[in-house]
């Protein structure tokens, strides 16, 4: 469930490169299904099956060149990467970086899984493709390599090491006959036709600081990425669907935005949630509580800023909502956490 939306930006950087490139990214974009509408905003969400399937046309075309996802990938930032970016951009050091990369990457909507663990004195990154999620052939897994290792090594920059975070990438497919142009992307001893993709860096490097850091807007990202991952795995179909569009949105949007944003009336938005045992009203009230429960736990916070935070423009509203539905204040709810 969690993986059948994407963040559409992806969409997007990889129509902007086909562009650049010669090829007729409208009429692909079109024969996989994606309305201009669907990728018209940052925060706009696209079905996965659809984003695949443009990866897979994408890579048929004769005008393509062999590193697209390299490509895409050095054009992607951290912020497009929604919640989870402006989380791991905020974070105190590589270590935490990497820990929250790991753990909220499923919010992105990724084809492939991601693990670290210790070698020697290197941490390897290993990437592996989801079981049973998508038919990945050899040439989408060229594709979705390249683009995750483009963007990761860019990181160095965070830890002012420069760009160039790896010092050894092991790829599990062919180099066909493309060996220089990895190495003149990656900047590092690359080998292939491995079991696994695996990408290495020096263990000392998780504990340097990250130019970018802001602890207490990092704890507040985290917080928002941890209640989204969780409310996620309990909500189905359209309700996921709400959520999502949620955690993205700066304000909450009234249910005729929200039906804009998935491109359904709200009428059509009302009955789907009807099926789903929902209102959008509950659904609202349930993701600001589960936010507000988050914000309190985990960081100190004044309770007035925290509503504010999530949508509430008179404290008094959310004294009252908070207290209807926990049976406490939400100063007792913190020290009773604590």
């Keep these: 469930m969690i993986i059948e939306m994407t963040n559409a930006v ?5 129509l902007e490169q086909l562009d650049i490139n010669g090829v007729n990214a409208d009429d692909l974009r079109l024969k996989a299904g994606i309305t201009a509408s669907e990728i018209e905003f940052p925060e706009s969400l696209l079905q996965s099956k659809k984003y695949h399937r443009l990866v897979e ?3 048929q075309q004769p005008e393509t060149p062999y590193d697209l996802g390299f490509r895409v990938g050095e054009g992607t930032q951290l912020l497009d990467h929604g919640i989870m970016g402006y989380a791991i951009l905020n974070s105190h050091d590589m270590h935490q970086c990497m820990q929250r990369y790991i753990r909220y990457l499923p919010l992105t909507g990724p084809v492939m899984d991601v693990s670290m663990q210790r070698q020697e004195k290197h941490m390897a990154l290993r990437l592996t493709p989801l079981v049973g999620q998508w038919n990945i052939n050899v040439h989408t897994l060229r594709y979705f390599t390249q683009e995750w290792l483009a963007s990761l090594d860019m990181w160095g920059n965070l830890i002012d090491i420069g760009r160039g975070l790896f010092t050894e990438v092991k790829v599990a497919f062919a180099a066909d006959g493309h060996e220089n142009l990895y190495r003149r992307h990656l900047h590092c001893p690359i080998s292939f036709n491995h079991s696994v993709t695996e990408a290495l860096f020096p263990e000392k490097y998780l504990t340097l600081p990250f ?12 917080a928002q990425c941890q209640r989204l991952l969780a409310d996620l795995e309990h909500h189905q179909g ?30 059509t938005l009302r009955r789907r949630l009807e099926q789903d045992g929902k209102t959008y009203q509950q659904l609202v009230v349930d993701f600001r509580m589960a936010m507000a429960r988050q914000y309190l736990a985990e960081t100190k916070l004044p309770v007035n800023e925290i509503a504010d935070l999530i949508g509430y423009s008179n404290p008094a509203n959310f004294y009252r909502t908070f207290r209807q539905i926990e049976q406490m204040t939400p100063q007792n709810y913190r020290s009773q956490y604590r």
């Design 57 to 59: 046309l994408a890579l």
């Design 211 to 222: 130019s970018t850091g802001n602890d207490s807007i990092g704890d507040i990202c985290e």
């Design 10 to 14: 992806y969409a997007t950087k990889l």
């Design 238 to 267: 359209w309700s996921a669907q709400v959520y999502q569009k949620l955690s993205r949105s700066p304000k909450i949007p009234n249910i005729t935005k929200m039906a804009d944003l998935l491109h359904i009336s709200p009428r």
